[in-house]
């Protein structure tokens, strides 16, 4: 099939992870897939598998966006294009206009967030094949546009990690040395977008209450400040240096290759305040390390198939400072929880069944 995918995201983060995720494997799969990116995007590099000739630049600058909806328009008639998937709300009209204006073109949208759509989209998007809905949550959200039948529910997926222990041993002792980082110390991290709807604030205060009783434990928050000043993430940097704890702290932008950061993890943290799927708790699970989480609705699907995590109230950083202090102390339980989540991870969340049931979608008549 010819695909067509559209994103008019900037930065790069669990949604754009996911399209780069599906576009790979429908490309290994012999499908002609096509990805339409705004001009000042920072994440095309991640594209970089298919030809550059099938990479097209449009300003999608809000819901509204007709001028752009016709130039799309026009690569789809030109190029034989049979779906288009929209990947963010502000794409979803304008791709529906695109397949309004393309004869026989099937209409497709992913949604990742748990924020409500207008009720202006039950009008607006009546030419909808399906709605891909990446949880429960978000399909139950949904339902309030559109009819149940044109509602999918797809999980995220992803690829098994290497679960080979002597390279997981060598990952983890090659991360520690090249950060400073003792490798008998236990290491607690989290992954995100530096937000407050991430929670990392809560992390710092509860790692500042885990800091005095366990003087070995080292912190790690990976994650970039995409907002136009950068303020939260000095903020967060301000926060560790009052409480004088800079020396246990490790601040990193972003990391391309995951496995080593968690091979080198103790305990992962997902301290959100929302998360409608929570890509970063499922690649901690597929890898084999133990989770603190926070009740969001990703979380709650998550982990509640199979214990492979505790979690906690929202918002109450001692609540959190307890749970990783339960697992740093108890080593037979991290190891209990690293092998359920793994197993749970591998058997309900793979890649491969989710780019099965999108094709699915896209076959379907």
């Known amino acids: 099939m010819k695909i067509l995918h559209i994103s008019s995201a900037k930065t790069f983060g669990g949604g754009e992870r996911h399209l780069v995720d599906l576009c790979r494997e429908l490309s290994r799969r012999g499908h002609e897939v096509h990805v339409v990116l705004r001009p000042s995007n920072q994440w095309q590099s991640k594209l970089d598998f298919l030809p550059p000739e099938n990479i097209f630049h449009s300003s999608i600058r809000n819901a509204f966006g007709i001028f752009s909806a016709k130039r799309i328009a026009r690569y789809v008639r030109e190029r034989g294009i049979e779906v288009v998937h929209a990947h963010t709300g502000r794409d979803y009209i304008p791709a529906s ?16 967030v748990l924020f409500p759509l207008k009720p202006f989209n039950r009008v607006a998007l009546r030419n909808l094949s399906k709605a891909i809905a990446v949880s429960g949550a978000v399909a139950r959200n949904l339902r309030d546009i559109f009819p149940v039948e ?8 992803i690829a098994a990690p290497d679960a080979d222990p002597a390279t997981r041993l060598r990952n983890r002792e090659e991360f520690r040395f090249f950060h400073e980082i003792p490798f008998d110390a ?3 991290g989290t992954i995100g977008e530096l937000k407050p709807l991430k929670g990392q604030r809560d992390f710092v205060l509860a790692a500042n209450e885990l800091a005095g009783a366990n003087p070995d434990v080292r912190f790690i928050v990976v994650g970039s400040d995409n907002s136009a000043t950068g303020e939260f993430r000095r903020e967060l940097k301000r926060l560790v240096k009052v409480f004088g704890i800079e020396d246990r702290f490790l601040f990193l932008d972003w990391v391309e290759d995951l496995s080593p950061l968690f091979a080198a993890l103790d305990v992962f943290v997902s301290p959100s305040h929302s998360e409608s799927f929570g890509l970063a708790i499922l690649e901690a699970m597929a890898c084999g390390v133990p989770i603190v989480a926070t009740e969001t609705e990703g979380a709650k699907e998550l982990l509640g198939r199979r214990s492979g995590g505790l979690i906690v109230p929202v918002g109450e950083p001692l609540k959190l400072a307890e749970a990783i202090r339960e697992l740093i102390g108890n080593p037979e339980k991290r190891n209990a929880l690293a092998e359920s989540a793994r197993a749970s991870a591998l058997e309900n969340f793979s890649l491969t069944a989710m780019v099965d049931a999108t094709e699915a979608v896209y076959q379907s008549p």
Do not use: W
């Open 97 to 112: 206009l695109v397949c309004r204006m393309s004869k026989g073109v099937k209409f497709v949208l992913t949604r990742h």
């Open 150 to 157: 044109k509602i999918a529910c797809i999980p995220n997926g």
């Open 186 to 188: 236990p290491v607690v």
